[in-house]
């Protein structure tokens, strides 16, 4: 890995769902964050510290370093022609501001499975790059209950979940994400989404459509927020 590397130029930095890639001409480097990862862009001299499992020397005197405190990010080298052919790639679904999203072809992935929604919104070969606490603001703002089975919802609610999600996303992403417990950039730049949650992390506030209080659930062994009275 490293000897292959070695002298590249980063020349695009892209990613696909939760998928980063960075380019190096002919290689590229995929690396998925999985829960705690982030990168950090600081000087060689500073001090490693405890969680920085990976440094990229950079010639202008700085590092790139990949901190993991749980160690269950992934990195992969591969020949930049085949990343859409991988393995790990190739099996994703579309992602949510992608045009061909659709509530027919979330409903026609779904109608079969005996699933909670919740869970098939967290597949990622069915919608590439929701994560959980997205999936929840998706269910709200669809009024769809998180544990209602896939194969009980109408091909109108797939159309709001897509509408949902391309909506959310987009904003989300303007926004720098959602900022919750130990994710920081590095440049100590956080995410401002989390003011626009209505749900997910509002356990026992009020819905701010109706008033009932949010509760909290565990749906495919994930937290699970929603409002009882908008989700029924």
Known sequence: FKNSIK???????SNYGKWIFLVLGD???????????KYYYKDSKERIE??????F???????????????FGVMKLVKTEYIYKTKEISKLGIEPDNSSLTGKYVYNAIHKLKWPIKSALLDQTIINGLGNIYADEVLFASKINPGKECCKVS???????????SR???KATKCGGTTIRSY?????????YQDYLCVHTKEGEPCPV??????????GGRGTYYCPKCQK
């Open 155 to 165: 091909l109108k609610s797939c159309d709001l979940i897509v509408e949902s999600a």
């Open 27 to 37: 290689l590229t480097i995929m690396s998925h964050l999985r829960m705690e990862g």
């Open 210 to 219: 109706c008033g009932s209080i949010i509760k909290k659930t565990r749906v």
């Open 7 to 13: 002298g590249h130029i980063i020349t695009k930095v």
């Open 184 to 192: 920081t950039s590095s440049l100590g730049v956080k995410g401002n």
């Open 57 to 71: 020397h950079l010639d202008d005197g700085y590092d790139l370093r990949y901190h993991d405190t749980r160690k």
């Open 168 to 170: 959310i996303i987009s």
């Open 50 to 55: 405890k969680h920085e499992h990976i440094i």
